[in-house]
């Protein structure tokens, strides 16, 4: 039998207005609760948003009194680095004839850790200034041929040590570039200085300076254990480190 009002074949439909008085009141006061419950989620929303935004303010402030500390902290080291260098280069030239082979080791040593630790100081001045935001280049024309060649020999003294042997093949010709010649000779040092340390005694290294257009491109391959790469992904990140052993 076929009940009144419903036709065979069409959708059924019920309105609210169809619905009894008490069901709709229900779905009213349900329909308000969601709504309040919606409201009081978005002002708490709203209040951690305040408190993040504070939060980190506070954050960027203590991070630019920690990098203007550790850069001054730097600044103070430099100087009486350089002086442990210089005066361990001084004893070098002048004992080298009378002392021992013991004896120019050690100097050769405090040398070398002295030129480790300028490097570390340095790079901790660069770190400092690229996150404060005001480093400077101070440019000028350099022959960048002759710069690198110099770099690469100051840096066989070191290789020695542990008989490792650095072939270099350079340029012909003098090739003047305008560059910051301070941040080149950062560069270049950290990658001999890596490639001495993480390579194996009795090892050699091959260096390469060639001109690409208006760039120069400057290459060092060493024998270590390289940089897997899966590891290549991360290994810019800041004081990331791959692994405690000598050959990283």
Do not use: W
């Amino acid at each position: 039998m076929q009940e009144q009002g419903y036709i065979p074949g069409e959708d059924f439909t019920i309105y609210k207005d169809m619905l009894p008085d008490q069901q709709r009141a229900d779905d009213s006061e349900s329909s308000n609760f969601y709504l309040d419950e919606m409201a009081k989620l978005n002002n708490d929303l709203t209040n951690m948003q305040r408190e993040l935004a504070k939060a980190n303010a506070e954050l960027n402030k203590l991070v630019e009194i920690r990098n203007r500390f550790v850069g001054m902290a730097a600044h103070d080291l430099r100087n009486p680095m350089g002086i442990i260098k210089s005066f361990s280069e001084f004893l070098l030239q002048d004992m080298k004839a009378s002392a021992s082979e013991e004896q120019l080791d050690i100097i050769n040593t405090i040398r070398s850790t002295a030129i480790f630790m300028q490097r570390l100081v340095e790079g901790i001045l660069d770190i400092s200034s690229l996150q404060s935001g005001r480093i400077n280049l101070i440019q000028s024309e350099v022959d960048i041929a002759s710069s690198i060649e110099h770099m690469v020999k100051l840096n066989q003294s070191l290789a020695v040590q542990h008989n490792i042997k650095i072939h270099y093949h350079g340029l012909q010709q003098a090739q003047p570039m305008n560059i910051d010649i301070t941040k080149i000779r950062q560069v270049v040092n950290n990658l001999l200085g890596n490639a001495i340390k993480y390579s194996p005694d009795d090892s050699e290294i091959t260096c390469r300076l060639s001109i690409e257009g208006k760039y120069c491109r400057f290459c060092v391959q060493d024998q270590g254990v390289g940089i897997s790469a899966e590891d290549q992904k991360v290994i810019f990140e800041p004081f990331r480190k791959l692994s405690s052993h000598s050959t990283r």
